[in-house]
C-alpha cells in the first residue's frame, strides 16, 4: 500500500463547514443499473457509463478545491453479483487507467487503490500499483479508488495489525486510542471524509468508509451516477456549505465571541 505524505495532514485541526467548501468528498458511485435499464440496455454498459461520470468528477474536483476525493469503485459485497456483471467490474479500472493515466499524470492527481487485493487478478493488482507508482508525486489531487473495498473489512484487517503487534509484543492493549487505530486503517494517510455524496436517490452507507464517516456531512442526490454532472457537485458543496459541523461540541456564546 503507498502511503500519501499530505500536506494537510489527518491530525489537522477540526473546522466546521460555517460556509467553507469540504476538503475531503467522498462518494459512492450507484444508479449505474437502474441508468442501463431505463434505457433498456444491459447492466454493464451503465457501469461504463458511470466511469465517464468519474472522468468528469476528477476533472471538475480541483476547481471546487477539493483535495481529496475518495470513490467507491467495488465493494467486499459486490462479488455477488452476476459473474459477467463481477468481470465487467474488474475490467474498469484497467480501462479507466489505460484511457486517463496520462492526464492523471499530467494533471497533478495522485492515484492510490485501497481495498483487499485477494481474489483480485494479478494484472489489475499491478496495473493499479503501476497507476500509483506513475502519479506518486502528484499533488493538485488525491483520488483514492476503493475497489474489493469494505468498511468492516478494513476495520477486521486493522484489529487483527494491532493485535499482532501485541502478540509480538510491540504493543500493548492498552495503547489503542482511537487515533492510534485509525493509523491501522486503509486510509490512515488521508483526513476523514467532509462530505459523503450518495446520487440514486438511495440513503445509505453500503460499509464505505465507515469508521471515518462519524462527523462526515451527507448529501444524498435524486440523480443516477452515468448522470452526474460538476453541477450535482457544486450542488452537494453549497448544500454542504449550509451545515452546521459541531462534532458533538456545544457552541456557547462566549466561544462565538472568542473567534
Ligand atoms: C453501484 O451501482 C455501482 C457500482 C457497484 C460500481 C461503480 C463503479 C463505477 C461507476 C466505475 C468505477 C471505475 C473505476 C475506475 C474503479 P449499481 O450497479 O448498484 O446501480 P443500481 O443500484 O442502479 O443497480
Known sequence: MAAQENTLSAGAPIEGADGEAPLH??????????????????RTVGHQAGVEALKRIVQAAPSLNIRWLTIFGFSTENWSRPVAEVAEL????????????????????????IGRSEGLSRELVKICREAEARTASNDSLYLTIAFNYGGQADIASAAQRFAEEVAAGRAKPGDLTEAKFAEYLSTSDLPPPDLIVRPSGEQRLSNFVLWEAAYAEFVFQDVLWPDYSAEHLKAAIAEYRTRDRRYGAVITDDVLAAG
Open 25 to 42: 468528498v467522498a462518494i459512492v458511485m450507484d444508479g449505474n443499473g437502474r441508468w442501463a435499464k431505463r434505457r433498456g440496455l444491459p
Open 90 to 113: 474488474m475490467a474498469l479500472p484497467q480501462r479507466y487507467f489505460r484511457t486517463d493515466l496520462p492526464r492523471l499524470e499530467r494533471e497533478g492527481v495522485r492515484v492510490r487503490v
